[in-house]
């Protein structure tokens, strides 16, 4: 079975700071996706980045990063630069052969002006 | 290009009808999938199908869920004799293809939702 830990249920950062999210997974399976999506107030889910169980460099995409170290289990996702609309619920989401997604519980991140 | 759309976006119903929730999917996107989202918490998966076909309905918490998607395309998610329980964000999304496992095309877009109140 797979399972998503995300320890952190609210975080709060400094505008223009970096911030990391911390997600753990637990599987079994040698292939897999990870996955992060943000969720703002308005309720939408909107997806940020996607990493390769079997992807050798960490994946990036704009001010989204992911720290992805393998034999610890962890994908946290770094976002660098911290905006007041990031301000959101981050949730970390397992993808294996199975296809669906198994999501943790978020992260709710509150950016200070 | 057009995202997931999902229909009703509010739906208010009293105990005991069945209700109907549509989802088209992004055009070309071969799997389609629900969950079921509380407050305050992540997704939970109850179905998908790849193109036509019902590959995982495992999530489905009873009978009275059912899902269809008979053209490969548009889905429809069916609760029959509501309950208060039921109450939640049903949201559905789809991804590229069902290369699998665990690859980029497996990205899922998801749609706004329907929020689903039974009184």
């Known amino acids: 079975a797979q399972k998503i830990t995300q320890t952190q249920p609210g975080m709060f950062v400094q505008e223009k700071e970096a911030v990391t999210l911390d997600c753990t997974y637990d599987t079994s399976d040698q292939s897999y996706g990870l996955f992060w999506y943000k969720q703002p107030s308005s309720g939408e889910m909107i997806f940020l980045i996607y990493?390769?169980?079997?992807?050798?460099q960490n994946a990036t995409e704009g001010r989204y990063s992911l720290n992805f170290q393998k034999a610890r289990k962890s994908a946290n996702l770094v976002i660098s630069a911290s905006q007041l609309g990031d301000s959101a619920m981050y949730f970390c989401?397992?993808?294996?052969?199975?296809?669906?997604?198994?999501f943790g519980p978020g992260t709710r991140l509150s950016v200070l002006p | 290009g057009a995202g997931v759309s999902q229909s009703p976006r509010y739906k208010v119903t009293k105990r005991g009808q069945d209700v109907a929730l549509r989802c088209d999917p992004i055009?070309?996107?071969?799997?389609l999938y629900w969950y079921r989202q509380a407050l305050g918490q992540g997704p939970e998966f109850l179905t998908y199908?790849?193109?036509?076909?019902?590959?995982?309905k495992s999530g489905l918490p009873n009978d009275r869920f059912s899902a269809e998607r008979p053209e490969g395309s548009i889905s429809t998610l069916t609760i029959q004799r509501t309950e208060q329980r039921d109450s939640a964000m049903y949201r559905c999304a789809s991804s590229h293809t069902s290369a699998g496992p665990g690859q980029s095309t497996d990205t899922q877009y998801f749609g706004p939702g329907t929020r689903l109140t039974v009184l």
């Open positions: 055009s070309g996107h071969v799997s």
């Open positions: 990493q390769g169980s079997y992807d050798e």
């Open positions: 989401a397992i993808s294996d052969y199975g296809q669906n997604f198994v």
């Open positions: 199908f790849n193109y036509e076909a019902q590959q995982d």
